[in-house]
């Protein structure tokens, strides 16, 4: 039996998308191949809001953020750390051997404008990364303050994680003035894993055309190069290419405008079943993030059989993640969710819950 997936990403995938995938093979240096880049890409735009740069790597996110740490961290990286993947993302910055400095905040806290501000006034990076929505705590940070605040620090490069965020709500990249956004399909835009996004201002590719070691995978000027002729530097996944280009014309037929409403409406639905419930959210509600919801786990509740008993009822859920895992639960909202396979999951969770107290 397929567990429908009520996990923080990859998520569930349409049929017709899935059918997509199976779209009988061409070669990357086809002119057929062009017309499919071409096509997804001015999809994209739309979705991102920007007229820089849009490449696509054939990877999971986290290669695409190694690669920007090679290609656009010259001096020193401030790395802002609220949760595992930001954490995470500093270590990756040290193991490419870069010179780096971590800004912690507490787990299920937001990254501030302030703390940025002040990280950056000290004049010592010229490159930061921030993970805009942290999966692993369900916060979302204010990235339009932050946005606001990095206009003060024009050398500064911003790398931005956009990967369980984008096409959920409005992210305007070039309004933001963001240097380097980065985002996997298998989160919010509902398509299977292998494919990451991500865009590139004329300022970062200045940057990466001065820095040395970037190597070949993911070398920003080789994307560059190529992009230009609607391909990319190595053999692409083009399956993924194909769910994608369906996938965008899904989107763009449910209208971005609904699409964001619909995930603040899923948004609302579970903060309602949460209170209901008597849980606690795990953030604080004004930096809840709009695709999946951190719970605290304040009923005690045995996540590990609660998974089991779904798992029987044919759903897939998470129970945590790094170290809050047990004492918190996700639950995601986002892809192609409707609301009522929402509620029917909700009214699944009350019923094994109820069960196991
Ligand atoms: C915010 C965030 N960044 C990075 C990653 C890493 O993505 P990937 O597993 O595609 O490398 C994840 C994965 O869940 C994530 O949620």
Redo the contacts with the bound molecule.
């Keep these: 039996m397929h567990k429908k997936l009520f996990i923080?990403?990859p998520v569930e995938v349409s049929p017709e998308i899935l059918q997509a995938m199976a779209t009988p093979m061409i070669g990357h240096r086809m002119p057929e191949y062009a017309k499919l880049h071409e096509s997804v890409v001015s999809g994209l735009r739309k979705v991102m809001f920007t007229e820089g740069y849009i490449l696509l790597a054939t990877s999971?996110?986290?290669?695409v953020?190694e690669g920007a740490i090679r290609n656009l961290v010259g001096k020193r990286c401030a790395n802002f750390c609220n949760g595992a993947?930001s954490d995470k993302w500093h270590t990756i910055t040290l193991s490419c051997g870069k010179e780096a400095d971590p800004f912690r905040v507490d787990w299920g806290k937001p990254i501030t404008p302030e703390l940025v501000d002040s990280a950056l006034s000290t004049g010592k990076y010229d490159a930061i990364t921030l993970?805009h929505?942290?999966?692993?705590t369900g916060v979302m940070s204010p990235l339009s303050e932050i946005a606001e605040v990095l206009r003060k620090y024009p050398h500064v490069v911003s790398i931005i994680?956009t990967?369980?965020s984008m096409s959920a709500l409005k992210i305007p990249i070039d309004e933001m003035g963001i240097d380097c956004c980065i985002f996997?399909v298998?989160?919010a835009f509902a398509v299977p894993?292998g494919l990451?996004v991500f865009s590139a201002s004329e300022k970062a590719m200045e940057r990466a055309g001065i820095i040395e070691g970037r190597g070949y995978y993911f070398d920003f000027l080789e994307f560059e190069k190529v992009a230009k002729k609607n391909n990319t530097p190595s053999t692409p996944a083009i399956p993924q290419i194909y769910a994608l280009q369906a996938q965008l014309e899904r989107i763009l037929a449910e209208g971005l405008e609904m699409r964001w409403r619909r995930h603040s409406d899923l948004q609302d639905i579970v903060h309602d079943w949460i209170t209901w419930e008597g849980f606690e959210l795990y953030p604080s509600r004004e930096f809840c993030s709009r695709t999946l919801t951190c719970v605290r786990n304040n009923r005690n509740i045995d996540l590990a059989t609660l998974k089991e008993r779904m798992g029987q009822r044919g759903y897939a859920i998470n129970d945590g993640y790094g170290r809050i895992k047990g004492t918190t639960f996700r639950i995601p909202h986002m892809g192609d969710l409707q609301i009522g396979e929402l509620q029917d999951f909700l009214l699944a969770m009350t019923e094994e819950i109820k069960s196991l107290q």
């Design positions: 923080p990403g999971s996110a986290f290669g953020m993947f993970i929505n942290e999966t692993s994680d990967v369980s996997g298998q989160k894993p990451t």
